[in-house]
């Protein structure tokens, strides 16, 4: 299997993205990276036992759908892209792919999502798997927020899920109903 990476752009900076035949297998917002930085590649290339090769150009597709989700844009990227799930096992690719199903501008707790998972009781777990998603943004993991409805935490930025979480609202709130008639008029 080949592996080879590009970057996007981001209001939160550059994302690596990192492409198998299979589809995208990592889009990744490393602290503090750029894409000149020679440390971009390390972890994802110790997951895949591989080393990435360039592919200017391959996250073309990614960029537009990001501008879109960035401009308000009920996005889906499960829907949208091939995700290659296999830095994801067991129960934390379970839990991920039922964060996939929240609706666009709303939220779940992690209890939800893990009875969604089909394992009541694991919020715990799907907490883990939200944290280590190797599908940052692409995975709506920021949707996943705690039984009292706090957002809690995302990484080590906090600010970057209520950022996402307060894009999504105020989108959802200014988006005309399927029907095209707003509530009141």
């Given at each position: 299997?080949?592996?080879?990476?590009?970057?996007?752009?981001?209001?939160?900076?550059?994302?690596?993205?990192?492409?198998?035949?299979?589809?995208?297998?990592?889009?990744?917002?490393?602290?503090?990276?750029?894409?000149?930085?020679?440390?971009?590649?390390?972890?994802?290339?110790?997951?895949?036992h591989a080393l990435p090769e360039p592919d200017p150009g391959a996250g073309e597709e990614i960029d537009e759908l990001l501008r879109a989700y960035f401009d308000g844009e009920p996005?889906?990227?499960?829907?949208?892209?091939?995700?290659?799930?296999?830095?994801?096992?067991?129960f934390s690719r379970t839990a991920l792919q039922a964060v996939c199903e929240i609706p666009w501008g709303e939220t779940a707790s992690y209890g939800e999502v893990a009875a969604l998972?089909?394992?009541?009781?694991?919020?715990?777990?799907?907490?883990?798997?939200?944290?280590?998603?190797?599908?940052?943004?692409?995975?709506?993991?920021?949707?996943?927020?705690?039984?009292?409805?706090?957002?809690?935490?995302?990484?080590?930025?906090?600010?970057?899920?209520?950022?996402?979480?307060?894009?999504?609202?105020?989108?959802?709130?200014?988006?005309?109903?399927?029907?095209?008639?707003?509530?009141?008029?």
């Amino acid at each position: 299997m080949s592996f080879r990476y590009d970057f996007a752009d981001t209001p939160f900076g550059d994302a690596l993205l990192v492409f198998s035949d299979d589809g995208l297998v990592a889009f990744d917002l490393p602290e503090g990276m750029h894409r000149d930085s020679p440390w971009a590649l390390e972890a994802i290339s110790r997951m895949l036992h591989a080393l990435p090769e360039p592919d200017p150009g391959a996250g073309e597709e990614i960029d537009e759908l990001l501008r879109a989700y960035f401009d308000g844009e009920p996005i889906r990227f499960d829907q949208e892209l091939r995700l290659d799930w296999r830095l994801a096992n067991g129960f934390s690719r379970t839990a991920l792919q039922a964060v996939c199903e929240i609706p666009w501008g709303e939220t779940a707790s992690y209890g939800e999502v893990a009875a969604l998972a089909g394992s009541p009781g694991a919020a715990r777990a799907v907490g883990t798997a939200c944290r280590t998603t190797p599908f940052s943004i692409v995975v709506p993991v920021h949707r996943v927020v705690r039984a009292d409805g706090s957002p809690g935490q995302y990484g080590a930025h906090p600010e970057r899920k209520q950022y996402l979480l307060e894009l999504e609202s105020d989108a959802a709130a200014h988006r005309p109903p399927a029907d095209g008639v707003r509530p009141g008029v």
